[in-house]
């Protein structure tokens, strides 16, 4: 406001203005960082304090899941296993019964087309 030239007076802002908008930069980016450590140090905290505890979960879910294995095994129904798609819960229950399912669908698409082979040699030998 000391000076009277309108041209000098706008560098004079446009120059304040950029200083205040690298300073606000700044300030952002010290804060981000603070934010990230900040995450980052209570993040690994947690880890230490968990990793007994998920260990012992992921371990008690893999026995859990080669016992549903063992017992789809056993299941010859498609119906049946489609009931306790329907029930699981969990993404690898499901992934299971599914592979199970489809494993039963193959082995009565085989059976079936085993079945039709000999009647088609019967035909072509009477023919």
Do not use: M
């Amino acid at each position: 406001e000391a000076t009277l030239d309108l041209a000098e007076r706008r560098r004079i802002r446009s120059a304040i203005r950029e200083l205040q908008r690298q300073e606000l930069e700044r300030d952002e980016e010290a804060l981000a960082s603070k934010r990230f450590r900040a995450e980052r140090g209570s993040h690994r905290q947690d880890n230490k304090e968990n990793w007994p505890r998920s260990q012992r979960l992921e371990e008690e879910q893999q026995t859990a899941l080669a016992a549903l294995s063992r017992q789809l095994e056993d299941i010859t129904d498609v119906e049946e296993l489609t009931k306790l798609l329907r029930a699981a819960g969990e993404y690898e229950e499901r992934k299971l019964i599914r592979a199970a399912i489809r494993k039963l669908r193959a082995e009565e698409i085989e059976g079936e087309a085993l079945s039709l082979r000999p009647r088609v040699g019967t035909l072509e030998s009477l023919g």
